[in-house]
C-alpha cells in the first residue's frame, strides 16, 4: 500500500536531485530513502528513476507524477497548517541572512519569531546575496533576507527595507571640502561589498565614466572588516550607513559631498521556495516584513 512517506521520499528525491541530499532533507539514511523508492515503484509498476553512476535522473513517467506528489504532500501540509492554526507551529526553519540587515534589526526580528513561535528552532546562515541566492535554490536554506527579488519559477518575495548608500571615509584622508569628484575619490582606493555583488559592479562602473580608467576596489562580504579598514583610512567606502550611527557620532568617519550620480539603495526582500514544506518560512518572512516596516532608512525604530 503507497504511503504519503513513499510519496514524499519521491517527491524530494526528484526536486533535489539525489538519494544523498533527500536523506538529509527527511533526517534519514540513504538506504531507507533507496528502499522506500523501490517499494513506491513497485506499487506503482512503473520505473520512477534511472540509476547510473553520476546518480538519479527522473524517467517521463517519474517527471509526470511529480506535479501529482506535489499536490498530495500541500494537502496534508493544507490539513496541518488548518490544524495548527489553533496549536503551536513547530520545526526548524533555516535562515539566510545578508549583513547589512544583521547589524540592523535582525535581533528584534529573532525575539519576534521566539514570541509568536515559540517552539521554532531557527539556524541563521550569514553570507552574500550571490551565496544565499544559489543555497535557497539548492534547498539548503528555506527563507533568505537578501538584495532581490529573485525572479525565479516557485519562488515567493516579500519586499522588506531599502538601506541608502552613501561615500564615506575617515577625516584623516583629508580629502578637503566638498563637492569631491569621482576622479579625486578614485585616487585612493574604494572599499565596498564583494565583487559578486551589484554595488561592487554599479561603483566600479560609475568611477570608470568619472574618469577614473583603473580604480583600485578592495571587495569584502564582512562589513565590519570594510568598516574598520575605512575606519583606519585604507580608502574611501560605498556602504549603507544605516548601522554606522557610533561610527560617524564618534567622527572616526564622514558621510562625504560627491559630485556623481545619486547611489541606488540596497533594497531587501524575504525570498522563499513555494513548496509543501513551506508554511513556516512565509511566517518567519511575514514576521520579518513587519519588523522591517518599523525601521526608517537608517535602520532606526520608529517612534
Not at 208 to 225: C, D, E, F, I
Amino acid at each position: 500500500m503507497i504511503d504519503l512517506r513513499q510519496i514524499e521520499t519521491f517527491f524530494w528525491v526528484a526536486t533535489l536531485g539525489s538519494f544523498r541530499a533527500a536523506s538529509e532533507k527527511l533526517n534519514t539514511t540513504q538506504p531507507a530513502i533507496s528502499q522506500r523508492i523501490a517499494s513506491l515503484e513497485d506499487e506503482l509498476g512503473v520505473r520512477l528513476f534511472e540509476r547510473d553512476a553520476r546518480g538519479v535522473t527522473l524517467t517521463g513517467k517519474g517527471t509526470e507524477l511529480v506535479p501529482h506528489a506535489e499536490r498530495m504532500l500541500q494537502v496534508r501540509s493544507d490539513l496541518l497548517e488548518a490544524a495548527r492554526a489553533q496549536n503551536v507551529m513547530s520545526g526548524r526553519v533555516r535562515i539566510g541572512v545578508a549583513e547589512t540587515i544583521v547589524q540592523t534589526w535582525l535581533p528584534e526580528l529573532l525575539e519576534a519569531v521566539h514570541a509568536a513561535h515559540p517552539a521554532l528552532v531557527l539556524e541563521i546562515e550569514v553570507d552574500t546575496t550571490h551565496v544565499l541566492r544559489a543555497q535557497l535554490i539548492a534547498r539548503q536554506i528555506d527563507v533568505a533576507f537578501l538584495m532581490g527579488p529573485i525572479l525565479e519559477e516557485r519562488m515567493e518575495n516579500l519586499p522588506l527595507c531599502t538601506y541608502p548608500l552613501a561615500w564615506v571615509a575617515s577625516p584623516a584622508l583629508d580629502l578637503g571640502p566638498g563637492p569631491l569628484t569621482l576622479e579625486c575619490l578614485g585616487r585612493h582606493p574604494v572599499i565596498t561589498y564583494p565583487s559578486s555583488s551589484e554595488p561592487y559592479r554599479m561603483v566600479r562602473d560609475m568611477l570608470a565614466r568619472g574618469g577614473v580608467k583603473a580604480p583600485r576596489m578592495y571587495g569584502s562580504a564582512s562589513l565590519s572588516m570594510v568598516v574598520r579598514m575605512a575606519i583606519d583610512g585604507m580608502g574611501v567606502s560605498v556602504i549603507a550607513p544605516g548601522f554606522l550611527d557610533k561610527e560617524l557620532a564618534r567622527g572616526e568617519l564622514c558621510v562625504l559631498d560627491v559630485q556623481a550620480d545619486p547611489l541606488p539603495g540596497l533594497s531587501f526582500t524575504a525570498t522563499w521556495m513555494q513548496g509543501p514544506d513551506s508554511h513556516a518560512a512565509r511566517a518567519v518572512a511575514e514576521l520579518a516584513h513587519a519588523v522591517a516596516g518599523r525601521h526608517d532608512y537608517s535602520g532606526v525604530p520608529r517612534a
